[in-house]
């Protein structure tokens, strides 16, 4: 049936995306417009995680798993690889498996599927984790895995065939007016509802409402790790102690402060640059490590090979592999709110909406997230 509302969403990647979904399953006839003939930014260059774990209990936690179920659906019906791995925070000191014990028991309150395990149990569940000097580890069952760059090359296809959804890739817009979306000085495409879901549009198309929004951009560090051999695989995605002060739902521990405080007399540094370290596995083996985090708003294009290596090399401190080689490195930039949102969801014009600011957790927020605000709207 045709449908007699329409849509437009500007941007291809992972929020661009959930929203044309969420659009279409409203019926809504949806268009995308993607200045590049591809989608190339930060979509792309991240670890494929899709982390609940790292989601503070309630409405954010809950986003993140409805996310994890699309995630689920869309991995089966648009063919792309995905795995239900997990997550693994082990602890090499007293300060961090103290926090680890806090957030257990509290996660459990909250409903949360996690265990926390014994050096045994650890090295059970992942023979990638370093033993020497293991103390154990929290495991969660709620982190699925996929390959971001495979994911979200197959899923425009998908939304076309299922929903009809119309993508025009090598459209920049060039403004909008009137419900109606210009690109160049000759296309007009008039529409019900627009939204922005790229932050390079909307910093673009509204520059001045952009200037005065509390936002900054993050640019991040990253590497990927050549295909294991003999198909080795590495369980549920891991991470260091150094990811405990960086998520929002770690917070909760009371001691937590103390475990950063000293991580601040003894690892300055990677403090400095924003790095705490994680390893994903996906499909072909490969295995992607990061980050660090730079905050401004205008980056340096250039990686710096000393964050690769302070990467490396605590990495290496909990992590054993059985091939070391780098393959690829690279860095990513999106938006992040500086007023400790969530989100940026405003309308900059009559039905015209900006959706941003999710920060590092676009993959997993945005399903949800677009089914909120669409269902709001």
């Given at each position: 049936m045709?449908?007699s509302r329409?849509?437009?969403?500007i941007?291809?990647?992972?929020?661009?995306l959930?929203?044309a979904?969420?659009?279409?399953?409203r019926?809504?006839s949806?268009?995308?417009f993607?200045r590049?003939?591809?989608a190339?930014?930060a979509s792309i260059?991240?670890?494929?995680?899709?982390?609940?774990i790292g989601?503070?209990?309630?409405?954010?936690y809950n986003?993140?798993?409805?996310?994890?179920?699309?995630?689920?659906?869309?991995?089966l019906?648009?063919d792309f690889w995905?795995?239900p791995?997990g997550s693994l925070?082990v602890?090499?000191?007293?300060?961090?498996?103290?926090?680890?014990?806090?957030?257990?028991e509290i996660f459990?309150?909250?409903g949360?599927?996690?265990?926390?395990?014994?050096?045994t149990?650890?090295t059970?569940?992942?023979a990638?984790?370093?033993p020497?000097?293991l103390?154990?580890?929290l495991?969660?069952r709620?982190?699925?895995?996929?390959?971001?760059?495979?994911?979200?090359?197959?899923?425009p296809?998908?939304l076309?065939s299922q929903?009809k959804?119309?993508?025009?890739w090598?459209?920049?817009?060039?403004?909008?007016?009137?419900?109606?979306v210009?690109?160049?000085n000759e296309?007009?495409?008039?529409?019900d509802?627009?939204?922005?879901?790229?932050g390079a549009?909307f910093?673009?198309l509204y520059?001045e409402?952009f200037s005065?929004?509390?936002?900054?951009?993050c640019?991040?560090?990253?590497?990927r790790l050549?295909?294991?051999?003999?198909?080795w695989r590495?369980?549920p995605a891991?991470?260091?102690g150094?990811?405990?002060i960086h998520?929002n739902?770690?917070?909760a521990?009371?001691?937590?402060?103390p475990?950063?405080q000293?991580?601040?007399?003894e690892?300055?540094?990677?403090?400095?640059?924003?790095?705490?370290?994680?390893?994903?596995q996906n499909g072909r083996?490969e295995?992607t490590?990061?980050?660090s985090?730079?905050?401004?708003?205008?980056h340096?294009?250039?990686d710096k090979e000393?964050?690769?290596r302070?990467?490396?090399?605590?990495?290496?401190?909990?992590?054993r592999v059985?091939d070391?080689?780098?393959?690829q490195?690279?860095?990513?930039i999106?938006?992040k709110?500086?007023?400790?949102?969530?989100?940026?969801?405003?309308s900059?014009?009559?039905?015209v909406y900006?959706i941003n600011g999710?920060?590092?957790?676009?993959m997993?927020?945005?399903?949800?997230?677009?089914?909120?605000?669409?269902?709001g709207?």
């Amino acid at each position: 049936m045709q449908s007699s509302r329409s849509a437009i969403v500007i941007g291809a990647g992972i929020v661009g995306l959930a929203t044309a979904r969420a659009l279409a399953l409203r019926g809504f006839s949806v268009k995308v417009f993607e200045r590049g003939e591809k989608a190339v930014g930060a979509s792309i260059r991240n670890f494929g995680m899709i982390w609940p774990i790292g989601q503070a209990a309630g409405k954010m936690y809950n986003r993140a798993v409805r996310s994890r179920e699309i995630w689920k659906e869309l991995s089966l019906g648009a063919d792309f690889w995905s795995e239900p791995a997990g997550s693994l925070h082990v602890a090499y000191h007293p300060d961090e498996w103290l926090v680890l014990e806090e957030l257990a028991e509290i996660f459990h309150k909250e409903g949360r599927p996690v265990q926390l395990l014994d050096k045994t149990a650890v090295t059970h569940a992942s023979a990638a984790v370093v033993p020497d000097g293991l103390l154990g580890g929290l495991y969660s069952r709620d982190e699925l895995i996929v390959d971001p760059r495979e994911a979200i090359a197959a899923l425009p296809g998908w939304l076309s065939s299922q929903y009809k959804v119309e993508f025009c890739w090598g459209k920049c817009v060039s403004y909008i007016s009137d419900q109606t979306v210009y690109v160049g000085n000759e296309e007009e495409y008039p529409a019900d509802l627009i939204f922005i879901c790229n932050g390079a549009d909307f910093e673009t198309l509204y520059p001045e409402i952009f200037s005065k929004k509390p936002v900054t951009k993050c640019k991040l560090q990253m590497m990927r790790l050549a295909a294991q051999p003999a198909d080795w695989r590495i369980g549920p995605a891991l991470c260091g102690g150094l990811s405990l002060i960086h998520y929002n739902s770690f917070k909760a521990a009371a001691s937590l402060p103390p475990l950063k405080q000293r991580y601040m007399e003894e690892m300055a540094p990677y403090l400095e640059w924003g790095i705490h370290v994680m390893m994903s596995q996906n499909g072909r083996g490969e295995l992607t490590v990061g980050d660090s985090h730079e905050y401004g708003l205008t980056h340096d294009p250039f990686d710096k090979e000393f964050i690769n290596r302070m990467i490396l090399d605590y990495l290496r401190t909990f992590v054993r592999v059985k091939d070391w080689s780098v393959i690829q490195t690279w860095n990513g930039i999106y938006t992040k709110l500086t007023d400790g949102e969530s989100d940026l969801f405003f309308s900059p014009e009559p039905y015209v909406y900006v959706i941003n600011g999710v920060g590092g957790a676009g993959m997993t927020l945005s399903f949800g997230l677009a089914e909120e605000l669409v269902e709001g709207l």
